[in-house]
């Protein structure tokens, strides 16, 4: 029994402690020229889709949910939102070259279609990120569209 309380009680410390060990959340400033929805003139409705399932983790607009102030599910966050940011940020789209572009949205098209994005732990606490299936269409169309007209 004394062994039990003194591994609940260094657990506690540890959890104490580790709340000192904080993460960036401050956002880069948001270029509009170079933002794909702005640059994009991306229609209301599409532009809130994209804003609503992917800018948490594709974009310099991450809005932290209030669980992302506890360690260690911050640490988590932050780094799938860094990892999502190096696999493809919206905010700075047309910083991309033509090559780039194309391939993001070859990659971008197929997570929508398998429904590995948005990831799926995120859905449950963003209910605006729960595409149904009208809506994964549309976006599946927007982008397909964009990679035939090659107009990205
Ligand atoms: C909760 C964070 C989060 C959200 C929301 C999110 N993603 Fe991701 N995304 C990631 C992470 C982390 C990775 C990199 C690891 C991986 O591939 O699973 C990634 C990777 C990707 C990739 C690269 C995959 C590849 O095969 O190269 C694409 C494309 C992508 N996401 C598209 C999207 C789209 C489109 C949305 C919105 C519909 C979205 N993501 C929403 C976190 C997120």
Not at 41 to 60: F, M, Q, R, V
Not at 124 to 129: L, N, S, T, W
């Amino acid at each position: 029994m004394k062994m039990v309380k003194k591994i609940v009680f260094w657990s506690l410390v540890v959890f104490a402690l580790i709340q000192f060990v904080p993460i960036d959340r401050a956002n880069k400033p948001v270029d509009h020229k170079v933002n794909f929805v702005d640059a994009k003139k991306t229609p209301e409705k599409i532009s809130k889709l994209i804003k609503g399932a992917c800018y948490d983790c594709h974009s310099n607009e991450t809005v932290y949910p209030k669980y992302s102030y506890i360690a260690p599910v911050s640490w988590s966050i932050k780094s799938h939102v860094n990892e999502g940011r190096e696999h493809l940020n919206f905010s700075i789209w047309q910083t991309y070259n033509s090559d780039l572009k194309e391939s993001m949205l070859n990659s971008i098209i197929p997570t929508l279609q398998s429904k590995t994005m948005p990831m799926p732990g995120y859905i449950v606490y963003h209910k605006e990120a729960n595409l149904s299936e009208a809506e994964r269409k549309l976006l599946i169309n927007y982008f397909e569209e964009m990679l035939k007209s090659k107009s990205y």
